[in-house]
């Protein structure tokens, strides 16, 4: 039986992501509260948000001290155009990100979310490019299996077909080099024990097609979407030489991976690379408003410095740009990890779920490879173990469990057959261990 709010969701909302046909059989779940890393529908059920709300809950959902800086600032300045104006909040933002970014991020583009931020890098490296006498460098190189956001120009750069083949005919002409795969390894690797064998591909890209290329956009160490690929720092250490090699810019995507959701505070400072350009979203503000920025540093912000006449500024706006509400929400995230100790706990929970997944599911069948980078780990189900051939997509496995699951309190939301936890930082123990029960009794109903 459909709650009359649910009758009235279904009457007049799109969701996102979604085949809305299949919410005949699973209706939407209004939630009414959010508590740490748990969410409560309106008949007070709960569900353990393992997924921190499409990876952004950084710290638990309501969390006091974000919660009480978003109602000071509301009390005192809710927006502000930020052309020609300016505001505390976000002029602290800024000095406070240049000290925590990879070396030499000291510029910043605001922006709302994340495929905004990654627009913004876009056209921002299209037209460094341009007006700095390389008027040739005017494509994108990508990843094979790169997620970078939905707007067409972010579409242009993802390979995910599933996101990405319908609108094919209006998207730009970017280069995929072909992206680590780890667990399919076809040099026989081990992601641990390689030389970056498969760099070659982009080698080989690079010698094609570095002369004209602007900007390489990568998601640094973890392909999200891709279903939580991870691949070793090195080969993101390879890029980085390559794009110097070649005068093209290197963008990282670190909306998903930013503030210590690897174990460090960027996926960068895992390979000790600084890109040109990094996009920053999701976990900046900590899930609570959509917020991002496209950082970037002095030698590419100097391209764009000129008498007005010449025409060289960055003429990109959002109505939203540099929100103050969203920036003391990233503010009292940077407050919570700077005085609270979250990568700690984030690092022994890393550990703690590791060995409590493996336990519960490692000896699976259909358990291809259980993988983790920080706090986020990946279950990769498969028909076959040995031969780590992929189930029939027909099939659906991953959304069955995901339905499973929600039954149980769990709100598990597969990449295809991949699941993956990826919780707010500071979940407890007791959560977790909840949660990977949970996930095993809803592996084990499908199989
Ligand atoms: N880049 C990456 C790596 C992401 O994971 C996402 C969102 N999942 C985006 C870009 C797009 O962000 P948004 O959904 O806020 O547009």
Same mark, same amino acid.
């Given at each position: 039986?459909?709650?009359?709010?649910?009758?009235?969701?279904?009457?007049?909302?799109?969701?996102?992501?979604?085949?809305?046909?299949? +919410?005949?059989? &699973?209706?939407?779940?209004? /939630?009414?509260?959010? =508590?740490?890393? *748990?969410?409560?529908?309106?008949? %007070? !059920?709960?569900?353990?948000?393992?997924?921190?709300?499409?990876?952004?809950?950084?710290?638990?959902?309501?969390?006091?001290?974000?919660?009480?800086?978003?109602?000071?600032?509301?009390?005192?300045?809710?927006?502000?155009?930020?052309?020609?104006?300016?505001?505390?909040?976000?002029?602290?933002?800024?000095?406070?990100?240049?000290?925590?970014?990879?070396?030499?991020?000291?510029?910043?583009?605001?922006?709302?979310?994340?495929?905004?931020?990654?627009?913004?890098?876009?056209?921002?490296?299209?037209?460094?490019?341009?007006?700095?006498?390389?008027?040739?460098?005017?494509?994108?190189?990508?990843?094979?299996?790169?997620?970078?956001?939905?707007?067409?120009?972010?579409?242009?750069?993802?390979?995910?077909?599933?996101?990405?083949?319908? +609108?094919?005919? &209006?998207?730009?002409?970017? /280069?995929?080099?072909? =992206?680590?795969? *780890?667990?399919?390894?076809?040099? %026989? !690797?081990?992601?641990?024990?390689?030389?970056?064998?498969?760099?070659?591909?982009?080698?080989?890209?690079?010698?094609?097609?570095?002369?004209?290329?602007?900007?390489?956009?990568?998601?640094?160490?973890?392909?999200?979407?891709?279903?939580?690929?991870?691949?070793?720092?090195?080969?993101?250490?390879?890029?980085?030489?390559?794009?110097?090699?070649?005068?093209?810019?290197?963008?990282?995507?670190e909306?998903?991976t930013g503030f210590?959701r690897?174990?460090?505070?960027f996926?960068?400072?895992?390979?000790?690379?600084?890109?040109?350009?990094?996009?920053l979203?999701?976990g900046l503000?900590?899930?609570?408003?959509?917020?991002?920025?496209?950082?970037?540093?002095?030698?590419?912000?100097?391209?764009?410095?000129?008498?007005?006449?010449?025409?060289?500024?960055?003429?990109?706006?959002?109505?939203?740009?540099?929100?103050?509400?969203?920036?003391?929400?990233?503010?009292?995230?940077?407050?919570?990890?700077?005085?609270?100790?979250?990568?700690?706990?984030?690092?022994?929970?890393?550990?703690?779920?590791?060995?409590?997944?493996?336990?519960?599911?490692?000896?699976?069948?259909?358990?291809?490879?259980?993988?983790?980078?920080?706090?986020?780990?990946?279950?990769?189900?498969?028909?076959?173990?040995?031969?780590?051939?992929?189930?029939?997509?027909?099939?659906?496995?991953?959304?069955?469990?995901?339905?499973?699951?929600?039954?149980?309190?769990?709100?598990?939301?597969?990449?295809?057959?991949?699941?993956?936890?990826?919780?707010?930082?500071?979940?407890?123990?007791?959560?977790?261990?909840?949660?990977?029960?949970?996930?095993?009794?809803?592996?084990?109903?499908?199989?």
């Amino acid at each position: 039986m459909l709650s009359p709010l649910q009758q009235l969701d279904l009457r007049h909302i799109w969701h996102p992501c979604s085949q809305m046909k299949d +919410y005949e059989t &699973l209706p939407p779940i209004v /939630i009414e509260r959010g =508590a740490g890393s *748990c969410l409560y529908d309106t008949d %007070g !059920k709960e569900y353990i948000d393992i997924i921190s709300s499409w990876w952004c809950n950084l710290l638990g959902h309501c969390h006091p001290r974000i919660s009480a800086a978003i109602h000071d600032q509301l009390d005192q300045l809710e927006h502000v155009i930020f052309a020609n104006f300016s505001h505390r909040p976000a002029i602290v933002l800024a000095a406070r990100l240049a000290e925590i970014l990879p070396r030499g991020l000291t510029k910043f583009n605001f922006s709302d979310n994340g495929s905004a931020a990654v627009e913004a890098a876009l056209k921002m490296s299209f037209q460094y490019q341009a007006q700095t006498g390389n008027a040739r460098k005017t494509r994108f190189m990508c990843l094979t299996g790169a997620y970078h956001g939905e707007t067409i120009g972010a579409l242009s750069v993802g390979a995910v077909d599933l996101y990405t083949q319908i +609108y094919r005919p &209006l998207l730009l002409d970017a /280069i995929r080099l072909d =992206a680590p795969d *780890c667990f399919r390894c076809p040099f %026989g !690797k081990t992601r641990d024990a390689c030389a970056c064998e498969c760099a070659s591909a982009a080698e080989a890209s690079f010698a094609k097609f570095g002369e004209t290329t602007a900007a390489l956009i990568v998601e640094p160490l973890l392909q999200g979407s891709a279903g939580m690929r991870i691949y070793p720092a090195a080969y993101l250490r390879r890029l980085r030489d390559l794009c110097d090699r070649y005068g093209v810019l290197l963008i990282a995507d670190e909306i998903a991976t930013g503030f210590g959701r690897t174990g460090k505070m960027f996926a960068c400072d895992h390979a000790e690379i600084s890109p040109d350009i990094m996009c920053l979203s999701k976990g900046l503000s900590g899930g609570y408003l959509p917020f991002a920025i496209t950082a970037t540093t002095e030698r590419v912000f100097a391209a764009f410095y000129a008498d007005y006449r010449e025409g060289r500024a960055f003429m990109h706006s959002h109505t939203y740009s540099g929100n103050p509400l969203g920036c003391r929400a990233a503010l009292a995230v940077l407050d919570v990890l700077a005085s609270e100790p979250i990568f700690a706990t984030a690092a022994a929970n890393a550990e703690f779920l590791t060995g409590e997944l493996n336990a519960a599911l490692l000896d699976h069948p259909n358990v291809g490879e259980i993988r983790h980078l920080g706090l986020i780990h990946a279950v990769e189900l498969v028909a076959d173990k040995k031969t780590k051939t992929a189930l029939p997509a027909a099939r659906r496995t991953g959304y069955q469990i995901y339905r499973e699951a929600l039954r149980r309190g769990l709100l598990l939301r597969p990449l295809g057959d991949v699941l993956y936890f990826n919780p707010p930082l500071n979940t407890p123990r007791e959560t977790l261990a909840r949660a990977v029960a949970l996930c095993r009794e809803a592996v084990e109903s499908e199989f």
